[in-house]
Every structure is written in C-alpha cells, then in structure tokens.
C-alpha cells in the first residue's frame, strides 16, 4: 500500500543502524518501492548516483529493467510462467491454495478483503485468504 512502511528489506529499517554495511540497490520504485529507504535518482545524475540511510548505500532508479530490456522480458517471463501455468492447469482457487505465494498476492476473495494492510487502511474487516479458499 502506498504510504504503509515497508520495513522488511534489510536489518535496520527501522531507523536504527544496521548491524553490517553493504549496497541496496531498488529496480522497482515506480510506485512505492520494495525497500524500506529509498529515492529516485535520475540514471543521468552522475554527480550523486548514491545515498546513504542508517550507514547502507543506496542507489535506486526508476527503470533500471529498461535499460536491458530483452534481458528482463526473459528473466521475467522466466521467474512468473511456472505460477501463469499453475493457474491455467490449475485453476486459480486450486492453484493459490497450494501455493503460498500466489496466494499472498490475493487481495479480495468473494468480496471480502484477504489483505491486512488494505482492510486496516479502509476500515475493512480483514478474512484470511486461507478460510475463504476450502
């Protein structure tokens, strides 16, 4: 959710030092990001690629996948077609109850809302997905 805190990316996102020091590099801060800390630099902005928060170095851009886009289109395809096939094999309430990570992106079933975050930030009563797909 936009705005939610997004804290599960490296030890230390919560403001307090990270215990080691290593590079954080984000391909996907379109909307939001996946990281804890970020900020997108302009890929031409040579005078200050990187940033550091909590003593880790940052370097964070929008679309780095484009810059190779072929590539990313296989790694892509490559890392989402066993979940595409499990679906069309499978069906979809069939194939998100045997797979826990299909099934974590399942936001509403059956009109009720299956993700905590979205039902908290609407004032929505929360279900498990796991009790909707018997």
Known sequence: ????????????????????????????????????????????????????????????????PGAVARTSTFALNHATLPFTLALADKGWREALKEDPHLRAGLNVCDGKVTCEPVAAAHGLKFVSAESLLV
């Open 1 to 64: 959710m936009e705005g939610e805190s997004k804290t599960f990316a490296y030890p230390g996102g919560s403001g307090q030092p990270a215990k080691r020091r290593f590079g954080w590099r984000g391909a996907a801060a379109g909307r939001g990001g996946a990281e804890a800390h970020h900020a997108r630099n302009a890929q031409d902005d040579a005078s200050e690629p990187t940033y550091v928060v909590d003593g880790i170095v940052h370097y964070c851009v929008a679309n780095m």
